[in-house]
């Protein structure tokens, strides 16, 4: 199976901070990498595919990139809205496997 | 809109098996896959399996190999999901969510979860 390993598990920042967030594979998953924000009580929601796709309606200030098995979100200027649990998907090869996860906190 | 209402709660004594449902509207059933994925309590996201819609192919991840059945009534655009012998590490939100064949296993629309609790 491939391990998706994120990066910090936890984050505390300010609205306006520029976040980045890692995530790794223990190996290669060329590009194929989702990310979703997930919310207290709520079911994740897609952000990201194809590793820097956005998806329709996802405000710009979320952008992801990499490849291989290095892969990036980053949120250029945090909103309040942002502080949420971030996951990242690997969906090269069966079975589709999640990071462990990264709590966005107000700092 | 797209939609995936889930059934509503339920509270399963160990060794027995719960069926959620995932009734999807809002676009054509058979053009996407759906896939279940589960959270327990303060964890994160683990996946389950998916069944295609379309002719009912299946994938289980492997540790639930044996217990898990998902199935499809395309009459009423409906996903169901199986679980047996159960026991207290079954506890979690189960989610069912939709994934395009074209585009691959990333999931654009979940439901709201259901919450299976499993206690004696």
């Known amino acids: 199976d491939i391990q998706m390993t994120q990066s910090p598990s936890t984050l505390s920042a300010s609205v306006g901070d520029r976040v980045t967030i890692t995530c790794r594979a223990s190996q290669t998953i060329i590009s194929w990498l989702a990310w979703y924000q997930q919310k207290p009580g709520k079911a994740p929601k897609l952000l990201i595919h194809q590793a820097s796709s956005l998806e329709s309606g996802v405000p710009s200030r979320f952008s992801g990139s990499g490849s291989g098995t290095e892969f990036t979100l980053t949120i250029s200027s945090l909103q309040p809205d942002d502080f949420a649990t971030y996951y990242c998907q690997q969906y090269n090869t069966s079975p589709l496997t999640f990071g462990g996860g990264t709590k966005v906190e107000i700092k | 809109q797209v939609e995936l209402v889930q059934s509503g709660a339920e509270v399963k004594e160990p060794g027995a098996s719960v069926r959620v449902s995932c009734k999807a509207s809002?676009?054509?059933?058979?053009?996407?896959?759906i896939s279940w994925v589960r959270q327990a309590p303060g964890q994160g996201l683990e996946w389950m399996g998916w069944i295609s819609t379309y002719n009912g192919n299946t994938d289980y991840a492997q540790m639930f190999q044996d217990r898990v059945t998902l199935t499809t009534d395309t009459s009423t655009s409906t996903a169901f999901m199986e679980l047996r012998s159960l026991t207290a590490d079954d506890s979690a939100v189960y989610f069912c969510a939709r994934f395009a064949y074209s585009y691959g296993f990333f999931f654009d629309y979940w439901g709201h979860g259901t919450l299976v609790t499993v206690s004696s």
């Open positions: 809002g676009y054509i059933f058979t053009t996407y896959g």
